[in-house]
């Protein structure tokens, strides 16, 4: 399946903090034979409300993405990555669809196959020729 992870990490980490948090992540996914697609980084973001942990508040946060293909058992090495890390304040892992699934490809193609049919039925509509005064 293919996952998308959007992490929020505390704002103001120095770039090799960061770098370092991706590369792990992405270091367990190639590790369990994933494959990544895309990783974003959106910088320090002011988030809707604030993340309190104990002493702590944050109103703000370091958002990155990161798109990758993943097998369901190593799914779970990938949150316990995350959830140890103490820098990582929160994080959503969402399954996606395939978008080069077989399954993901048919309808188009039927579809696609159909509006050719029905072209090739339909008589063709010819503009009349243009007429001389």
Same mark, same amino acid.
């Given at each position: 399946?293919?996952?998308?992870?959007?992490?929020?990490?505390?704002?103001?980490?120095?770039?090799?903090?960061?770098?370092?948090?991706?590369?792990?992540?992405?270091?367990?996914?190639?590790?369990?034979?994933?494959?990544?697609?895309?990783?974003?980084?959106?910088?320090?973001?002011?988030?809707?409300?604030?993340?309190? #942990?104990?002493?702590?508040?944050?109103?703000?946060?370091?958002?990155?993405?990161?798109?990758?293909?993943?097998?369901?058992?190593?799914?779970?090495?990938?949150?316990?990555?995350?959830?140890?890390?103490?820098?990582?304040? #929160?994080?959503?892992?969402?399954?996606?669809?395939?978008?080069?699934?077989?399954?993901?490809?048919?309808?188009?193609?039927?579809?696609?196959?159909?509006?050719?049919?029905?072209?090739?039925?339909?008589?063709?509509?010819?503009?009349?020729?243009?007429?001389?005064?």
């Amino acid at each position: 399946p293919v996952y998308e992870l959007v992490c929020l990490a505390k704002p103001a980490l120095q770039r090799a903090v960061l770098a370092s948090m991706m590369q792990r992540v992405g270091t367990v996914v190639m590790d369990k034979g994933g494959v990544l697609t895309d990783v974003k980084s959106y910088g320090d973001q002011y988030l809707a409300y604030d993340i309190k #942990r104990p002493f702590e508040r944050y109103d703000k946060a370091h958002i990155w993405q990161m798109n990758f293909k993943l097998n369901a058992q190593a799914k779970k090495e990938v949150d316990h990555v995350l959830r140890v890390n103490k820098d990582v304040l #929160r994080w959503v892992m969402v399954r996606r669809p395939d978008p080069f699934s077989l399954a993901n490809v048919e309808p188009l193609w039927a579809a696609a196959k159909k509006q050719s049919a029905s072209a090739e039925l339909a008589p063709s509509q010819e503009a009349p020729p243009p007429t001389s005064s």
